[in-house]
């Protein structure tokens, strides 16, 4: 540290420049003031982010406030809290959000400059949802604009950050393979719609049960290719609330992986053999892969066979007799 300066005096240059800024280019005033924030006395600290929130909701620049979000991203990225700073991230954002609506709903280009800003804000924004918890009031704001966030996510990368940031989700399930009469506990985690579910899990299941030519096709989150065999369903990915394999009865890939109905307070999925022409999905499910919190499925045990006879008892499903136990090895 060079030696202690004024922090209201850092943070009045740094929102004069923010002001003044235009463009995606950060200017060298902009540059040269965000550096002075390295003199600030760390005992400063609690009011330097108070100032610096303070600039990013007063600034008349949207160049300038998506500078100003990019460093609180930073922060947050840095490990420091950032409960207190998604409430005014997702107030800018949002805010921004509306005008580009607006624009495109009057048929209008959007601005550049306004553009630029719902892109880097929402960076900003997206480093923070997945650090803060279920109650913070930014995450709260967000949650209830989830239907302009997701009308937006078309036309704008930062709406689909945001979107697939607020959609993520997690927990543990367990899958019961009928044809083999073997199973799994599962834990999945950061994951926005089942497709995603099915493909990590049918890597995940090649691996651990391998079988003839869909053995081992293993896929990374950062993949930009994908195995056309993970594309397709190899089950009828039943609900474990219906005994038969309904055509109804099916967890539809589109929707949340909390979607899944749970049975006796776990989520269970049935395999069933394919009933209908195999279901297939595009890779586009499988993004945008968002760093920190990365799309994972992993086998946390097998199921004993009595565990697997008790879960479908559960279901309901009735056990294959003479020929067709015979068939399913049981």
């Known amino acids: 540290m060079t030696g202690a300066v004024s922090v209201d005096e850092v943070f009045a240059n740094l929102r004069t420049a923010a002001d003044r800024q235009r463009g995606a280019e950060p200017s060298a005033e902009l540059i040269s003031a965000a550096r002075a924030l390295n003199d600030i006395d760390p005992a400063d600290a609690e009011r330097a982010l108070e100032l610096h929130l303070d600039a990013l ?4 620049s949207d160049s300038g406030a998506a500078f100003l979000a990019i460093m609180l991203g930073s922060r947050a990225e840095r490990g420091r809290d950032p409960e207190p700073v998604l409430p005014t991230l997702a107030e800018q954002f949002l805010a921004r959000l509306r005008r580009l609506a607006e624009d495109l709903a009057k048929g209008n280009d959007p601005e550049p400059d306004l553009a630029h800003a719902v892109d880097r804000i929402a960076q900003a924004v997206v480093a923070h949802i997945i650090r803060v918890g279920p109650d913070n009031a930014g995450r709260a704001a967000l949650d209830a604009e989830i239907a302009l966030i997701e009308e937006l996510s078309g036309t704008s990368n930062g709406a689909t950050w945001v979107l697939q940031a607020l959609t993520m989700t997690s927990g543990e399930i367990m899958a019961i393979d009928l044809a083999n009469r073997r199973g799994g506990l599962f834990r999945y985690e ?16 090649s691996t651990h049960f391998p079988s003839g030519a869909d053995a081992n096709l293993s896929h990374e989150p950062h993949a930009d290719d994908v195995a056309p065999r993970l594309l397709e369903a190899w089950w009828h990915y039943g609900v474990a609330t219906s005994p ?9 890939g589109e929707m949340s992986p909390n979607s899944i109905p749970s049975l006796d307070g776990k989520q269970v999925i049935l395999l069933w053999p394919p009933i209908l022409a195999s279901r297939t999905w595009d890779a586009g499910f499988l993004h945008p892969v968002i760093e920190g919190a990365l799309p994972e499925l992993t086998l946390l045990r097998e199921l004993e066979d009595d565990e697997v006879d008790d879960w479908l008892d559960r279901a309901g499903v009735v056990k294959p007799k003479g020929f067709l136990a015979r068939l399913f090895g049981r």
């Open 190 to 205: 950061n994951l926005a719609n089942c497709f995603h579910l099915f493909t990590l899990f049918q890597a995940c299941w």
């Open 57 to 60: 909701a007063g600034t008349i």
């Open 244 to 252: 038969k394999p309904e055509p109804m009865a099916v967890i539809f």
